[in-house]
Antibody
Framework: QVQLVESGGDMVQPGKSLRLSCAASGFAFRSYAMHWVRQAPHKGLEWVASTSYDGINTYSADSVKGRFTVSRDNSKNTLYLQMNSLRLEDTAVYYC????????????WGQGTLVTVSS | DIQMTQSPSSLSASVGDTVTITCRASQRISSYLNWYQQKPGEAPKILIYEATSLQRGVPPRFSGSGFGTDFTLTISSLQPEDVAAYYCQQSYINFWTFGQGTKVEIK
């Protein structure tokens, strides 16, 4: 069965860096675009970043552009989110999600990993 | 960026009622509109994709309609297990955006 398991969430100070991972299993990871979506405490969903199936095309929201980088290692079935220059407003649960074309709907989600940015 | 506006932000209805949530896009997005359900403490779950298609395993009391800029999620015969937040999402361009969400409660 399809499984997505995020890890790497932690409490960090503003300005620091963190790398999140999303381990995928149960499907052909190399064939799917993957996304990161976050949810601040008691707030709605915010799309963060995505990568094409081969990692060549990446996209990120304006709120994280220049600070966050999405990447993937298809040999390890793992998606990453490198988060630099973290801000208080980056505090959120971060989910990875698989996208299905052509609808680009997110059909499987991980359980999320909590990132807390606090001084 | 395409802005997605949902209404209402919350609603309370009785078991068995029909509930309607609307989502408006700031520009035309064809049928590239998806709906998600998120129960407290859980990850979101896809309900409807491409505006009208029901995801496998989702109860048929959920339905979607719309095209262009205006979309609707309908829950016919609301059940206690439908208490959740519902989000629309556009996938028309490579900068996906969600609506702000609608919380559904039982009266």
């Amino acid at each position: 069965q399809v499984q997505l398991v995020e890890s790497g969430g932690d409490m960090v100070q503003p300005g620091k860096s963190l790398r999140l991972s999303c381990a995928a299993s149960g499907f052909a990871f190399r064939s799917y675009a993957m996304h990161w979506v976050r949810q601040a405490p008691h707030k709605g969903l915010e799309w963060v970043a995505s990568t094409s199936y081969d990692g060549i095309n990446t996209y990120s929201a304006d709120s994280v552009k220049g600070r966050f980088t999405v990447s993937r290692d298809n040999s390890k079935n793992t998606l990453y989110l490198q988060m630099n220059s973290l801000r208080l407003e980056d505090t959120a649960v971060y989910y990875c999600a698989r996208a299905v074309v052509p609808a680009a709907m997110f059909d499987y989600w991980g359980q999320g990993t909590l990132v807390t940015v606090s001084s | 960026d395409i802005q997605m506006t949902q209404s209402p932000s919350s609603l309370s209805a009785s078991v068995g009622d029909t509930v309607t949530i609307t989502c408006r896009a700031s520009q035309r997005i064809s049928s590239y509109l998806n709906w998600y359900q998120q129960k407290p403490g859980e990850a979101p779950k896809i309900l409807i994709y491409e505006a009208t298609s029901l995801q496998r395993g989702v109860p048929p009391r959920f339905s979607g309609s719309g095209f262009g800029t205006d979309f609707t999620l309908t829950i016919s015969s609301l059940q206690p297990e439908d208490v959740a937040a519902y989000y629309c999402q556009q996938s028309y361009i490579n900068f996906w955006t969600f609506g702000q969400g609608t919380k559904v409660e039982i009266k």
